[in-house]
């Protein structure tokens, strides 16, 4: 059982990662407007793999493909520690290899290191936050009302949260891993990821406090 959940979140987050990359390649590739259709390439597609991934492979570890919602779910006792450390690499590790295959279908060289300089400072550290706040808000609203709706509910929110926030909503530290490897529209410099992820994981502690009162029936 432990062997079929690390699986499914080892590919849902490798999957995730080749519609992040191969959509900003492809954009870069087809348009004059870079930024604007590649943008849009990058949110259209991700929010398209995230339905397809959380329905498909929900039932089997709970689609988690981010290790902020892998300790979001630790801090509300719904993991085990053991089990949540082992999520968390297997993301990593299916983020990488997703990015690697995003390479090898355009015909890039599969090892790359980001030089994309601009996702920094303080804008970009609190539109992280505030993607991931919201991630986690949709996530555990979703639960409470409408389980059946959370694959769309995450789809929708990503596909939106490229536009409205600063960072075009990375809102997971395994995909802001990932990202560094790849020098493409997609990319991270890696000496900028660490605050993002420290941001996102900020947002979870904060989410934590907020949201479980606002949703556990037990706490009204």
């Known amino acids: 059982m432990t062997a079929r959940r690390l699986a499914a979140e080892a590919l849902g987050t490798a ?15 087809l348009s004059n ?19 397809a991934i959380i329905t498909v492979l929900g039932p089997i570890s709970g689609a988690h493909f981010n290790p902020a919602v892998t300790f979001a779910f630790l801090l509300r ?3 085990a520690p053991s089990l949540a ?3 968390v690499a297997v993301q990593i590790i299916g983020a990488v290899l997703g990015v690697w295959a995003a390479h090898g279908m355009f015909d890039l060289a599969l090892l790359q290191s980001s030089t994309t300089m601009h996702r920094t ?3 970009q550290w609190f539109a992280e936050a505030v993607a991931t706040f919201g991630l986690l808000f ?10 059946d709706a959370v694959p769309t509910l995450v789809a929708l929110y990503i596909t939106g949260a490229y536009w409205f926030t600063a960072s075009t909503s990375f809102a997971n530290p395994a995909v802001t891993i990932a990202r560094g490897f790849t020098d493409t529209f997609a990319g991270i410099y890696p000496g900028h990821i660490p605050l993002f992820i420290l941001a996102q994981i900020a947002a979870v502690g904060i989410a934590h406090l907020t ?10």
């Open 15 to 29: 999957l995730l990662l080749i519609s992040v990359v191969g959509s900003g390649i492809m954009a870069q590739q």
């Open 33 to 51: 407007d870079l930024i604007g259709l590649a943008l849009l390439a990058n949110a259209i597609a991700t929010g398209c793999m995230l339905y």
């Open 77 to 79: 006792g719904e993991i």
């Open 85 to 87: 450390l082992q999520y």
């Open 121 to 123: 400072g303080g804008a």
């Open 138 to 147: 949709v996530i555990f609203g979703g639960l409470k009302s409408r389980p």
């Open 211 to 220: 949201l479980r009162p606002l949703f556990d029936s037990d706490s009204a």
